[in-house]
């Protein structure tokens, strides 16, 4: 029966004459009794296929109108059509007709096209546009500020000014985090299983490669536009090379912000998309995915490779290490989803990259604190700006000290834990990367202030201004996550170096005053002195603390407390010296002619007039009379 019916489709004959053949057939041999249901059967199968052909035909000939566009129900019997000649090719064979299977053929491929270009249109009409002011909305902002220096001594010391909470100035904003719950639709919902349909027929017919190109350029173009929306910008490493800091900061600021969104919300939502259009073919929907999240991925990672390979300054790092935890707090994530290991590859490399730069980076800014050279005395005597710009940059450091500590463990100077790098004996613990650096950081500025103390050619001076720079030290430390990193014991010695400052202010400032107020050389007992010696005595100690007062108003101590306690510490070294001294030679000169010319103050007047040292604001004392005693 078969020979019979292939003899027949060789002759090309019309299907009614096939039929009236097959039955001639049927009578030579009455093993060929069921011809007639089987002429029946291919006559059905030949009605289905006509059928199916019209339809995809049809749509082909009105190519101006897509099926999905105005009726769900034509597109139900297009995809019905296709449906019918896929089942009925699924049993030819070589042998079988090749008529009927080069019109099997050329109607799948009309249907291809038509389904290629309704899913690519089906993609781009149903985009959800990112919403980033509902992502930033979502994001949990931790901010460290800081207000402009306004002491210059060098480019590489003059943006750091002081880091308080209710500081107003520019803001350094620490990266943010994004919940876990955060979900976007990439794609309207509706729009899901009309891919779907469409997908799986194009899959089935083995157009596979055309289904993922269309999926893959619609896609990549999306997620292009949400990196436009998220401030992300197309630029060549040449390009980021060459862009100012101030706007550099900004790209940088974005891309941290970029990164999280492009991985924790992005491509995870771009995953969950290809899993529901593409399911039940798993090579699939990983082709798809990869080579979207591809593009996007590598736009990204552009951007981090430049900035890790650009120049280093001071001021980068925080951003070079907000754009390193960033990365590094996406790469689980991104590793977990990508199995493309190109991609995951550069990660990692450009990850290295930062963390690199950042170590430098750090590097660059010891060797800068140990070679700041500037030769200008701060006037007055007040804090010098490196001492703010070190001590607020580890202040901001701090936040970083996990990140830190990984990045310098490598470092090959690394101490093991035998002794502190300024001489300090450890209690238990064993010194940190982190903790080693700073201190080492913060011994080179204790000793570059030392050099900068002998700028001053009045050795009083020089003991103020290294107390009003240690305090500060001491003060930044003790006030923030500094304390807990160089602990107690760092504290207690800089503090003794202070009050170690103070006696030697004293000492050389103070000296010379109360030896005026000494019994030796006066000749006599309180009751017989010379009054000529206690005129000079008097007459020189005024002299003496008149100057003190003019020189010593203008210096300027800006800690109210340290201020106080070196006023304190001065009126018990001076009041009590003073008021003895006039108890006990007083007498002699009052009964004389012209007495307050020589016992000008109280004891009372001095101290009143010591509450006027270190304001900052140059006072004279102008032959002011003694106050009458009560």
Same mark, same amino acid.
């Given at each position: 029966?078969?020979?019979?019916?292939q003899?027949?489709?060789?002759?090309?004959? *019309?299907?009614?004459?096939?039929?009236?053949?097959?039955l001639?057939?049927s009578?030579?041999?009455?093993r060929?009794?069921?011809?007639?249901d089987?002429i029946?059967?291919?006559?059905?199968?030949e009605?289905r296929?006509?059928?199916?052909e019209?339809?995809?035909?049809?749509?082909?000939?009105?190519?101006n109108?897509l099926?999905?566009e105005?009726?769900?129900?034509?597109?139900?019997?297009?995809l019905?059509?296709?449906?019918?000649i896929?089942?009925?090719c699924?049993?030819?064979?070589?042998? +079988?007709?090749?008529d009927?299977?080069?019109?099997?053929?050329?109607?799948?491929?009309?249907?291809m096209?038509?389904?290629?270009?309704?899913?690519?249109h089906?993609?781009i009409?149903?985009?959800?546009?990112?919403?980033a002011?509902?992502?930033?909305g979502?994001?949990?902002?931790? =901010?460290?500020?800081?207000?402009?220096n306004?002491?210059?001594?060098?480019?590489?010391?003059e943006?750091?000014? #002081?880091?308080?909470?209710?500081?107003?100035?520019?803001?350094?904003?620490?990266?943010?985090?994004i919940g876990? +719950?955060?979900?976007?639709?990439?794609?309207?919902?509706?729009?899901?299983?009309?891919l779907?349909?469409i997908?799986?027929?194009?899959?089935?017919?083995?157009?596979?490669?055309e289904?993922? !190109?269309?999926?893959?350029?619609?896609?990549r173009?999306?997620?292009?536009?949400?990196?436009?929306?998220?401030?992300?910008?197309?630029?060549?490493?040449?390009?980021?090379?060459?862009?100012?800091?101030? +706007?550099?900061d900004?790209?940088m600021?974005?891309?941290?912000?970029?990164?999280?969104?492009a991985?924790r919300v992005?491509?995870?939502?771009?995953?969950?998309?290809?899993?529901? %259009?593409?399911?039940?073919s798993?090579?699939?929907?990983?082709?798809?995915?990869?080579?979207?999240?591809k593009?996007?991925?590598?736009?990204?990672?552009?951007?981090?490779?430049?900035?890790?390979?650009?120049?280093?300054?001071?001021?980068?790092?925080f951003?070079i290490?907000?754009?390193?935890?960033?990365?590094?707090?996406?790469?689980?994530?991104l590793?977990?989803?990508?199995?493309?290991?190109?991609?995951?590859?550069?990660a990692?490399?450009?990850?290295?990259?930062?963390?690199?730069?950042a170590?430098?980076?750090?590097?660059?800014?010891?060797?800068?604190v !140990?070679?700041?050279?500037s030769?200008?005395?701060?006037?007055?005597?007040?804090?010098?700006?490196?001492?703010?710009?070190v001590?607020?940059?580890?202040?901001?450091?701090?936040?970083?000290?996990?990140?830190?500590?990984s990045?310098?463990?490598?470092?090959?100077?690394?101490l093991?834990g035998s002794?502190?790098?300024?001489?300090?004996?450890? #209690?238990?613990?064993?010194?940190? *990367?982190v @903790?080693?650096?700073?201190?080492?950081?913060?011994s080179t500025?204790e000793?570059n202030?030392e050099?900068?103390?002998?700028?001053?050619?009045?050795?009083?001076?020089?003991?103020?201004f290294?107390?009003?720079?240690?305090?500060?030290?001491?003060?930044?430390?003790k006030?923030?996550?500094?304390g807990?990193?160089?602990? +107690?014991?760092w504290?207690r010695?800089?503090?003794?170096?202070?009050? !170690?400052y103070?006696t030697i202010?004293?000492r050389? =400032?103070?000296?010379?005053?109360?030896s005026?107020?000494?019994?030796?050389?006066?000749?006599g007992?309180?009751?017989?002195?010379?009054k000529v010696?206690?005129?000079?005595?008097?007459?020189?100690?005024?002299a003496?603390? #008149?100057? %003190?007062?003019?020189i010593?108003?203008?210096w300027?101590?800006?800690d109210?407390q340290l201020r106080?306690?070196?006023?304190?510490?001065?009126s018990?070294?001076?009041? *009590?010296?003073?008021?003895?001294?006039?108890?006990?030679?007083?007498? !002699?000169?009052?009964?004389?002619r012209n007495?307050g010319k020589?016992?000008?103050? @109280? *004891?009372?007047?001095?101290?009143?007039?010591l509450l006027?040292?270190?304001?900052?604001?140059p006072?004279?004392?102008?032959?002011?009379r003694?106050?009458?005693?009560?």
């Amino acid at each position: 029966m078969a020979t019979a019916q292939q003899i027949l489709k060789s002759l090309n004959t *019309p299907k009614e004459v096939r039929e009236d053949m097959l039955l001639i057939f049927s009578s030579f041999d009455n093993r060929l009794s069921k011809i007639t249901d089987l002429i029946h059967t291919s006559s059905a199968l030949e009605d289905r296929f006509d059928s199916a052909e019209k339809v995809i035909l049809r749509y082909d000939s009105n190519s101006n109108s897509l099926a999905w566009e105005d009726s769900p129900e034509e597109a139900r019997e297009y995809l019905s059509a296709l449906d019918e000649i896929l089942q009925l090719c699924e049993n030819l064979t070589v042998e +079988d007709d090749k008529d009927f299977v080069d019109r099997a053929d050329t109607a799948i491929q009309i249907a291809m096209s038509r389904l290629e270009d309704e899913f690519r249109h089906i993609l781009i009409r149903n985009t959800v546009p990112l919403d980033a002011d509902r992502l930033y909305g979502s994001i949990r902002r931790v =901010s460290l500020s800081f207000v402009s220096n306004e002491g210059v001594i060098g480019d590489e010391f003059e943006s750091f000014g #002081e880091v308080d909470n209710d500081s107003s100035g520019c803001f350094h904003e620490r990266g943010a985090s994004i919940g876990d +719950d955060l979900f976007v639709d990439l794609i309207n919902p509706d729009a899901v299983v009309e891919l779907r349909e469409i997908a799986d027929r194009m899959i089935r017919s083995g157009y596979e490669k055309e289904c993922c !190109q269309a999926y893959t350029s619609v896609r990549r173009e999306a997620l292009d536009e949400c990196l436009v929306i998220l401030g992300v910008e197309k630029l060549s490493i040449e390009d980021v090379q060459k862009v100012e800091w101030k +706007d550099l900061d900004e790209k940088m600021k974005k891309w941290i912000q970029a990164v999280k969104i492009a991985v924790r919300v992005l491509l995870t939502g771009e995953k969950r998309l290809c899993d529901q %259009i593409f399911y039940g073919s798993d090579s699939i929907k990983e082709i798809c995915f990869n080579e979207t999240a591809k593009w996007s991925m590598m736009q990204l990672l552009n951007f981090g490779e430049a900035v890790s390979i650009g120049n280093r300054s001071s001021e980068k790092l925080f951003r070079i290490l907000d754009m390193y935890d960033a990365l590094a707090d996406a790469l689980p994530n991104l590793q977990a989803m990508v199995t493309d290991e190109f991609v995951c590859s550069e990660a990692k490399g450009v990850l290295s990259g930062l963390g690199e730069a950042a170590r430098a980076t750090f590097s660059e800014f010891e060797k800068a604190v !140990q070679g700041e050279t500037s030769r200008k005395p701060m006037q007055n005597g007040e804090i010098h700006p490196i001492t703010r710009y070190v001590m607020n940059y580890l202040k901001l450091l701090v936040v970083y000290i996990e990140t830190l500590d990984s990045l310098l463990e490598s470092d090959e100077d690394e101490l093991h834990g035998s002794e502190r790098v300024d001489g300090d004996k450890l #209690e238990t613990e064993r010194v940190s *990367p982190v @903790t080693r650096h700073f201190q080492s950081l913060i011994s080179t500025l204790e000793s570059n202030l030392e050099e900068k103390s002998r700028l001053y050619e009045d050795a009083a001076i020089q003991y103020i201004f290294l107390m009003n720079n240690i305090w500060y030290v001491v003060q930044k430390v003790k006030d923030s996550e500094l304390g807990n990193l160089l602990g +107690d014991h760092w504290v207690r010695k800089r503090r003794g170096l202070t009050r !170690q400052y103070a006696t030697i202010y004293l000492r050389s =400032s103070w000296s010379k005053s109360l030896s005026f107020l000494k019994d030796e050389g006066i000749g006599g007992s309180s009751n017989n002195a010379s009054k000529v010696a206690l005129k000079d005595r008097f007459k020189n100690f005024n002299a003496c603390f #008149e100057e %003190i007062y003019r020189i010593q108003t203008a210096w300027k101590v800006p800690d109210p407390q340290l201020r106080e306690e070196l006023r304190i510490s001065i009126s018990e070294k001076v009041i *009590p010296a003073y008021r003895s001294f006039v108890g006990r030679f007083g007498s !002699q000169l009052e009964s004389g002619r012209n007495a307050g010319k020589y016992i000008k103050y @109280t *004891p009372e007047d001095l101290e009143n007039y010591l509450l006027d040292l270190f304001e900052g604001s140059p006072g004279v004392l102008h032959h002011l009379r003694r106050k009458s005693s009560s």
